[in-house]
């Protein structure tokens, strides 16, 4: 039986209106399911900041390096529907639907709607980073460390992105993501 649903007034400016929308027909939402969901994951999120704490929250500045595993799906419904049942929000997403970056907890996970290319060496799960300055300047750090670099720094659909291989050839990916480019 279908939960009763009540009507709830909130005044907002046109602008977020019009970005809730937008978003609510990015994620194959209507917008009463996805104000409740955002509503659920701020409760959520609140309460647990209220909890004490084990150990102190990490600082991070730009220049941070943060973790987003990357991981290639071929039904994106699906895998949606999947870490979503597991607590996963979705942060952002691309509008053709093919990207989605994830939030589980504190951890990120995006998922891509492509198959992995093995002549990247990309295997079902990328290693993907978040970097927030210059990558560029990164760039020319990490080439005077003796780091290969697989693909110079270049403009991609979502911002820029910097691959290295690691001593493994495995390909890392270094990301710094411009929101307007995908929203």
Known sequence: MKEAKQQ???YLTPETVKKMKH??????LSLSDLVEKIFNAYLVNTSEERLPQSAPPIEQSEETLRL????H???????????SKLGATIVHGSRDGD???LRIGQTELGLLAHPA????????VELNFEYGASLEELEKKLR?????????TGDEGFGYQLQLEDPDDMLVKIN????????
């Open 8 to 10: 709830f007034n909130v």
């Open 23 to 28: 978003r609510s027909i990015d994620e194959q």
């Open 68 to 71: 987003q595993p990357m991981l």
């Open 73 to 83: 799906v071929e039904d994106m419904g699906r895998a949606l529907d999947f870490y």
């Open 99 to 101: 990207w989605a970056l």
């Open 117 to 124: 290319n093995p002549d990247q060496n990309e295997g079902r």
């Open 144 to 152: 005077a460390a003796g780091i290969t670099i697989a693909r110079p």
């Open 176 to 183: 710094q993501l411009d929101p307007e480019l995908y929203n």
